[in-house]
């Protein structure tokens, strides 16, 4: 069965950077782009960017672009999300969600909670 | 401030029907896919309608998904207990070059 296990809760300084992982397992992971999407207290969805299974090619949504990276290790299944210059918005759970084509983001991991505080 | 517009709330009797609207763009719900998301408490998302009405296997066929211009809908009939939860349509945003969530509408079940 198709599974998304990200790590574990993070607890940053302000300033500092944090990297979340997603392990991908039960389909093949180069077919499909991997997304990360965050969500903080109360609030809605937002998505940060993604990257290609296939070719690896990434795209950055404006609000994010320069301090986001999204790389992969295609040998590990595992894609990952670097966030640097962490202030206290960026406290959010943090998804990546699986996606192929026009079929939405059809499976998600189970989130990952940053807490960025002094 | 989201980029598709969605009423905060919505409610009804178990039994009864629920429409949830989601307002948008040209550039986006007007020029392509709509998506719809459940989010129970605590869980991460699920998806629900695909490609403005398609159901992925599992998804039971009181939910269902329209579109008409910049505007979309999800409706969900013979409301259940189960269904209280928070509901996020998307869709990709050509003008943004990114993918674009609505506010989210909590649905109740009275």
């Known amino acids: 069965q198709v599974q998304l296990v990200q790590s574990g809760a993070e607890v940053k300084k302000p300033g500092a950077s944090v990297k979340v992982s997603c392990k991908a397992s039960g389909y093949t992971f180069t077919n499909y782009a991997i997304h990360w999407v965050r969500q903080a207290p109360g609030q809605s969805l937002e998505c940060m960017g993604w990257i290609n299974g296939g070719d690896g090619i990434t795209r950055y949504s404006q609000k994010f672009q320069g301090r986001v990276t999204i790389t992969q290790d295609r040998s590990a299944t595992t894609a990952y999300m670097e966030l640097n210059s962490l202030r206290s918005e960026d406290t959010a759970v943090y998804y990546c969600a699986r996606d192929w084509m026009t079929s939405g983001f059809d499976y998600w991991g189970q989130g990952t909670q940053v807490t960025v505080s002094s | 401030q989201s980029v598709l517009t969605q009423p905060p709330s919505a409610s009804g009797t178990p039994g009864q029907g629920v429409t949830i609207s989601c307002s948008g763009s040209?550039?986006?719900?007007?020029?392509?896919?709509v998506y719809w998301y459940q989010q129970l408490p605590g869980a991460a998302p699920k998806l629900l309608i695909y490609?403005?009405?398609q159901r992925p296997s599992g998804v039971p066929d009181r939910f269902s998904g329209s579109k008409s211009g910049t505007s979309a809908s999800l409706a969900i009939s013979g409301l259940r207990s189960e269904d209280e939860a928070d509901y996020y349509c998307?869709?990709?945003?050509?003008?943004?070059?990114?993918?674009?969530f609505g506010g989210g509408t909590k649905v109740t079940v009275l």
């Open positions: 490609r403005d009405n």
């Open positions: 998307q869709a990709w945003d050509g003008s943004l070059s990114g993918w674009v």
């Open positions: 040209s550039s986006n719900i007007g020029g392509d896919y």
